[in-house]
Antibody, heavy 122, light 113 residues
Framework: QLQLQEAGPGLVKPSETLSLTCTVS??????????WGWIRQPPGKGLEWIGT???????YYTLSLKSRVTISADTSKNQFSLKLSSVTAADTAVYYC??????????????WGQGTPVTVSS | DIVMTQSPDSLAVSLGARATINCKSS????????????LAWYQQKPGQPPKLLIY???TRESGVPDRFTGSGSGTDFTLTITSLQAEDVAVYYC?????????FGGGTKVEIK
């Protein structure tokens, strides 16, 4: 059974870089045709897709965050990571990682990790 | 960006009654070459991550009870919960995957009346 688990600091100072890791178990990050994504949810609000990395390391990001986001993978650890630079209070959210199931183009997310809350505050 | 608008924001339904959630996209998410609607539905219970219910607008994910039904095409979609159960209390989101950026609706909160 595929499972994902996010990890990282729960508090980040404004202007610094938020760094999170997602560990995948029950499956391989580098499995052909697999994609992995990050989604966030500000407190009391809806869901925002951040970006996705492919099994081959290709990445694509939502335009509004593209200048600040980097998603990378470490296949030896079966982990993928999110870095978001120059954070502000608006980046406070629960951050989820998920498998991004793509077929005939884009796709949906399943399963999701439990999520990790990140607060941006000095 | 494709904007996804859900309605209502919340609804209260009696146990055993029907709940209907609407999702409208700002442009069609029907891909003409394969006649598929690029739309998914998720359920999020308090303190939990979203759970996939439906993809391709009407294909139920394995293990999802058949009281959950997705319908619609083009720009207008509906998630129907027939015979609402107590465990269905949650926020429901639609998501389009027709184009980047992938976008979600604002959510509809379903409660028991």
């Amino acid at each position: 059974q595929l499972q994902l688990q996010e990890a990282g600091p729960g508090l980040v100072k404004p202007s610094e870089t938020l760094s999170l890791t997602c560990t995948v178990s029950g499956g391989s990050l580098s499995s052909s045709g697999s994609y992995w994504g990050w989604i966030r949810q500000p407190p009391g609000k809806g869901l925002e897709w951040i970006g996705t990395i492919s099994y081959s390391g290709g990445t694509y990001y939502t335009l509004s965050l593209k200048s600040r986001v980097t998603i990378s993978a470490d296949t030896s650890k079966n982990q993928f990571s999110l870095k978001l630079s120059s954070v502000t209070a608006a980046d406070t959210a629960v951050y989820y990682c998920a498998r991004h199931l793509r077929t005939y183009g884009q796709g949906w997310f399943d399963p999701w990790g439990q999520g990790t809350p990140v607060t941006v505050s000095s | 960006d494709i904007v996804m608008t859900q309605s209502p924001d919340s609804l209260a339904v009696s146990l055993g009654a029907r709940a209907t959630i609407n999702c409208k996209s700002s442009q069609s998410v029907l891909y003409s070459s394969n006649n598929k609607n690029y739309l998914a539905w998720y359920q999020q219970k308090p303190g939990q991550p979203p759970k996939l219910l439906i993809y391709w607008a009407s294909t139920r994910e394995s293990g999802v009870p058949d009281r959950f039904t997705g319908s619609g095409s083009g720009t207008d979609f509906t998630l129907t919960i027939t015979s609402l159960q107590a465990e269905d209390v949650a926020v429901y989101y639609c998501q389009q995957y027709y184009s980047n950026p992938l976008t979600f609706g604002g959510g509809t909160k379903v409660e028991i009346k």
